[in-house]
Every structure is written in structure tokens, then in C-alpha cells.
């Protein structure tokens, strides 16, 4: 199947810095990726959909200034955390499906644990 | 809106017991509905979906039937095993509008051996 990579597995940062965090297609070209993020034993909350070539739409309740995501190529989206703090530490995962917006299957990466101290 | 519903867990099971984590779900039109599997410190895997009414997703002898009578999408498995627990996720797409995937709150499965 088609794979979906994330870097960095795990970071910790202090407070008031900010954290990219990389989503890439291995073997499939994305036009749109998913970023969620996931509280210890609860589910994916999505925050944004990442779009190729165009601003990133943001869920309801989603700070776009805290959240910077750059879809930079067909294969690769970042979401920054810009000046995380404690409460930003949460696991982030991102999904792409693979024909699209109009595939209905994604395929997932192995998410990014983050710590703010 | 949609939404998915799924029984709250954690579900314990001995070794070879049978399971059953329920979920329903609400949406328009047509969805597809999937369930995803996640591994302790993992992403999430897709584990199965179906399509369309009375379709049957199956994979590692774990099964669901899509029942649009009754809008659920139940997992089975006849014999669980140690290595089997994690926590499962329902989740559906609409095949109506922009398709983003909504979850359930997913149920952590504990088997011992």
C-alpha cells in the first residue's frame, strides 16, 4: 500500500519556540494531506487540510497562526507550531489519501509525539 | 453533521474470546466507512472498510458488514489474540461534498493471554 512518512517521530521543546513537522508521500503524489492531533486516549481531531499549491483550510476552532501549514510540493507538507507551549504537546499525525480529494481511502503516517516544557 | 458512535471501552477479552465493538454512525447520502487499527505509539492502519450497503470489509479475520438499515458497521473477530490489542477506530467518509474523515472516539481492546 501507499506509504506516508513523518519527521521528526518525537521532539521536545521549550516553550516560546517553534516546531516544523514534515508529512511526506513516499510513492504517490498528494494534492491534499490531513493534519490531526491526538490527545492521550481520545481520537483525531482534525485541524487543517492541506492543499497543494494554496492556503491550508482551517477547522473550526484551529488557530492558523499557531498552526503554519505549507504544502509545499506534491509529496510533502509541513505544519509548524509556532511559539508552542505545554499545552500544544499532543501527537500529530497526517493522512493523504492517494488520488486526491476524491479518493475515499488515506493512508497515514506514524505521527510526531510533541512535548512543550 | 456526521458523526460516528462507537462503544466506550477498554474492552478486555481472554486470549481466543470473541469480539464485537460496536459502532453506528449518521450521515448523508452514502458514506464509506472504515475501521482503522492503532498500535500503541503508532499511527493509525487501515484495518477494513466497505463501500456500500451490505458490503462485508474483512482483513486478519477481523469483519464488518456495512448495514445501512440499521447505520452500523460492527467489528467482529471469532478468536482474538494478545497481539490484537490496540485501539480500534470506526470512522466514515460522506461521499457527499468534501470528503474529510470522521471518527469515533475509538476502543482500546486488552486481551491476555
Known amino acids: 500500500g501507499a506509504v506516508v512518512s513523518q519527521h521528526p517521530s518525537w521532539v521536545i521543546c521549550k516553550s516560546g519556540t517553534s516546531v516544523k513537522i514534515e508529512c511526506r508521500s513516499l510513492?504517490?503524489?498528494?494534492?491534499?494531506m490531513f493534519w490531526y492531533r491526538q490527545f492521550p486516549k481520545q481520537s483525531l481531531m482534525l485541524m487543517a487540510t492541506?492543499?497543494?499549491?494554496?492556503?491550508?483550510?482551517?477547522e473550526q476552532g484551529v488557530e492558523k497562526d499557531k498552526f503554519l501549514i505549507n504544502h509545499a510540493s506534491l509529496t510533502l507538507s509541513t505544519l509548524t507550531v509556532t511559539s508552542a507551549h505545554p499545552e500544544d504537546s499532543s501527537f500529530y499525525i497526517c493522512?493523504?489519501?492517494?488520488?486526491?480529494?476524491?479518493?475515499?481511502?488515506?493512508?497515514f503516517g506514524p505521527g510526531t509525539r510533541l512535548t512543550v516544557l | 453533521g456526521n458523526s460516528v458512535t462507537q462503544m466506550e471501552g477498554p474492552v478486555t477479552l481472554s486470549e481466543e474470546a470473541f469480539l464485537t465493538i460496536n459502532c453506528t454512525y449518521t450521515?448523508?447520502?452514502?458514506?464509506?466507512l472504515f475501521w482503522y487499527v492503532q498500535y500503541p505509539g503508532e499511527g493509525l492502519q487501515l484495518l477494513l472498510k466497505?463501500?456500500?450497503?451490505?458490503d462485508k470489509g474483512s482483513n486478519k479475520g477481523f469483519e464488518a458488514t456495512y448495514r445501512k438499515e440499521t447505520t452500523s458497521f460492527h467489528l467482529e473477530k471469532g478468536s482474538v489474540q494478545v497481539s490484537d490489542s490496540a485501539v480500534y477506530f470506526c470512522?466514515?467518509?460522506?461521499?457527499?461534498?468534501?470528503?474529510?474523515?470522521?471518527f469515533g472516539t475509538g476502543t482500546r481492546l486488552l486481551v491476555s493471554p
Open positions: 493522512s493523504a489519501p492517494t488520488s486526491g480529494s476524491g479518493s475515499n481511502e488515506q493512508f
Open positions: 510513492d504517490f503524489q498528494a494534492t491534499t
Open positions: 492541506s492543499n497543494e499549491g494554496s492556503k491550508a483550510t482551517y
Open positions: 450521515a448523508t447520502g452514502y458514506p464509506s
Open positions: 466497505a463501500t456500500k450497503a451490505d
Open positions: 470512522a466514515l467518509i460522506s461521499n457527499t461534498g468534501f470528503q474529510k474523515l470522521v
